[in-house]
T-cell receptor
């Protein structure tokens, strides 16, 4: 069965430091991978997505992610974190459901805190 | 501006009561979805609709019902059969149901039981 694992429930980084959020997936075929961000009490915003091609994907707000098939990983990175990046981050894999329907399977999220 | 609106922002339910959460989109998207979010559990799919007058159960449909009478609207009813309804409910839409289509999310409704 398809699944997504985000091993880190909570991460704290200092403002200006680099960030890496981990995501591992389990999926039989070539996965469609997503990273979403959620500010407190808000909906989810898409940061970036990977379908095929270049394994390093650029997203909004200075984020990037690298797809590594051999490690079944899709880690999110940012070279320098800003205080406004404090939020919860969700990794998701797109899977076929009941045919070709677009279904997202989400990880449990990583809550990012940014220290001044 | 195009987007997804959900109302109300907060909703209180009494025991034995049915409540309906609104979701409207003006993105002209065919597909719409309802997710439930609980702390530490990520999002789980309740129902989805690929087209008007059609909808399918997701992973946790028990105690919920939906309708899709208009393309832009996909209301969710939390029935009295749902024994643990307290959660954050998120509506999403996508242009189509292909796996490459991005899902866009509304701001959510928080449901609390009195």
């Amino acid at each position: 069965a398809q699944s997504v694992t985000q091993p880190d429930i909570h991460i704290t980084v200092s403002e200006g430091a680099s960030l890496e959020l981990r995501c591992n997936y389990s999926y039989g075929a070539t996965p469609y991978l997503f990273w979403y961000v959620q500010s407190p009490g808000q909906g989810l915003q898409l940061l970036l997505k990977y379908f095929s091609g270049d394994t390093l994907v650029q997203g909004i707000k200075g984020f990037e992610a690298e797809f590594k098939r051999s490690q079944s990983s899709f880690n999110l990175r940012k070279p320098s974190v800003h205080w406004s990046d404090a939020a919860e981050y969700f990794c998701a894999v797109g899977a076929g459901y009941g045919g070709a329907t677009n279904k997202l399977i989400f990880g449990t999220g990583t809550l990012l805190a940014v220290q001044p | 501006d195009g987007g997804i609106t959900q109302s109300p922002k907060y909703l209180f339910r009494k025991e034995g009561q049915n409540v309906t959460l609104s979701c409207e989109q003006n993105l002209n998207h065919d597909a719409m979805y309802w997710y439930r979010q609980d702390p530490g559990q990520g999002l789980r799919l309740i129902y989805y609709s690929q087209i008007v007058n059609d909808f399918q159960k997701g992973d946790i449909a028990e105690g919920y019902s939906v309708s899709r009478e208009k393309k832009e609207s996909f209301p969710l009813t939390v029935t009295s059969a749902q024994k643990n309804p307290t959660a954050f409910y998120l509506c999403a839409s996508s242009r189509g149901t292909s796996l490459i289509e991005t899902q866009y999310f509304g701001p959510g409704t928080r449901l609390l039981v009195l």
